[in-house]
């Protein structure tokens, strides 16, 4: 389940990052598609920093949501800025 929340996490991270970089024009879907994946990266890497135990927890639920916008938003950003540097030329 944590990876799902990363993906949606992500997804949201990598349209609202598209939204609000004007260099990243990939569109919201491209954006979101990247946030997903950067998403789902971040879930797996913020479950395995707090590796606690296999109960519900509210703490690990926004922290997969978070992890995932985060590492979603990161993800498309990078990706549009290298996108548009390389259509510059």
């Known amino acids: 389940m944590e990876w799902i929340l ?3 996490g992500g997804a949201l991270g990598g349209v609202g990052a598209g939204a609000g ?3 990243n024009k990939l569109g919201a879907i491209v954006n979101g598609l990247l946030g997903a994946v950067g998403g789902a990266g971040g879930a797996a890497l913020v479950q395995n920093l707090l590796a606690g135990g296999a109960d519900l ?3 690990a639920i926004a922290g997969n949501l978070v ?3 985060v590492a979603g938003a990161i993800l ?3 990706v549009g800025l290298i996108v548009g540097a390389i259509k510059k030329k």
């Open 21 to 23: 970089v004007k260099q």
């Open 67 to 69: 992890g995932g916008g």
């Open 76 to 78: 498309s950003t990078v």
């Open 6 to 8: 990363g993906i949606v």
């Open 57 to 59: 927890d509210f703490g």
